[in-house]
């Protein structure tokens, strides 16, 4: 069942208000104090009624450890964490990381990097370089109050924080899910749209879709995905330029359709921190991780036919089986891959989740049934132990 290119809306033109970082100069708390004001106007006008729960999701954060214990040597707090969240995505999906990390001492601070979460079109003249800019600002926030810095990231924010840890000597470890390292090369031409995409708008967006999710796009401009390809290049010259000598934890798909799971891998075969790790999701028992240390390598199987999974996928490293919204039972379902061409099953993941198995958007995951993409791990809690028992060696 063929349907016609969707039309474009008022959420795919720039809100006006988000397209550059707009916290230089301003302590964190006031920076987020600033984007809540600004996600409130942007999304006053459509989703009143759930206002608070849009702001609160998509908004800037920060933690703070249990005085005391956790005190630093020279400044307020031991150790912190900046958690940068992924392409597309809100600082939603880094809660219950900063939380974790919380837990174990760690003074946390989450950015919302410019252009999201708000509407997919603030996304069409964002430039990567705006992203970069809110991490190093978020990084000297929290060099102000901690002894030792680390950085997170999901996605793109572990790439922003691969190149932040390369030019700042503060940073003492990466934490990185679903690294986005190198992606498609067609990326590359993605903004060539510009020469007649004044004539036919459609022709800015690689997908346009309803947008149903309310703390991830899932409308996807051409212009992303160029920035995105932009800054990998940009951090593969670097890293070939300069070495990392800093504890890395990594977790990863190898089944990941978004980006490529074999930069990952070879990433971390080139961290010589002893206490570097990577954790695999996996469903072939890591027959391409042959050659990769065993003492940095944690093999987990993403094979759970009796939760109906067939693999992990790159949405779902960070959010458990519980999550509200997107774990097992949760509110939102992941079906943008059959709109529009096949509206049938995409009405049918959405109204039954439940039938439908669950992995990463493949051709042979596809081929199984109705599928809709894994947004929470369902090994959550060992991912949390591991997590410990990296933090336990540094």
Known sequence: MKTSTPSLEAR???????TGFNGSGLTFADYVARTRDMLAKVHAKTAAADLAKIVDGNAPFELKPATGAFAGREKAFRRGVLLTHGLTDSPYFMRPLAELFRQNGFRVMAVLLPGHGTQPGDLLDVRWQDWAEAVAYGTDRLAEEVDEVYLGGLSAGAALSIRQ??????????????????????????????????LIPPAKWVNIMPDRDIYKYESFPKNAAAQMHALTEELRAELQAHGLNIPVFAAASADDATVEPTATLNFMMRMPHPASKLVLYTTDHGEHTK???????????????????????????????????????????????????????????????????????????LKVGLLRRLMYNPDFAALEISLRRFIDKL
């Not at 795919?12 to 988000?18: M, V």
Request: charged share 20%; with cysteine.
């Open 12 to 18: 795919h033109q720039p809100s006006g208000l988000n």
């Open 165 to 198: 840890s390369l030019r700042d000597d503060r940073v003492r470890g990466l934490f990185l899910f679903s690294p986005a390292l190198k992606i498609s090369p067609r990326a590359k031409w993605a903004n060539l749209h510009k020469f007649y995409s004044w």
């Open 291 to 365: 050659g990769f240390p065993l003492e940095k390598l944690e093999l987990v199987s993403s094979v759970m036919p009796t939760q109906k999974i067939l693999s992990s996928a790159h949405t779902a490293i960070v959010l458990s089986a519980d999550d509200p919204r997107y774990g097992a039972t949760g509110e939102y379902a992941n079906c943008a891959h059959y709109y529009p061409g096949d509206m049938e099953k995409y009405a049918a993941c959405i109204e039954h989740p439940e039938q439908a198995w669950q992995g990463e958007i493949t051709e042979q995951n």
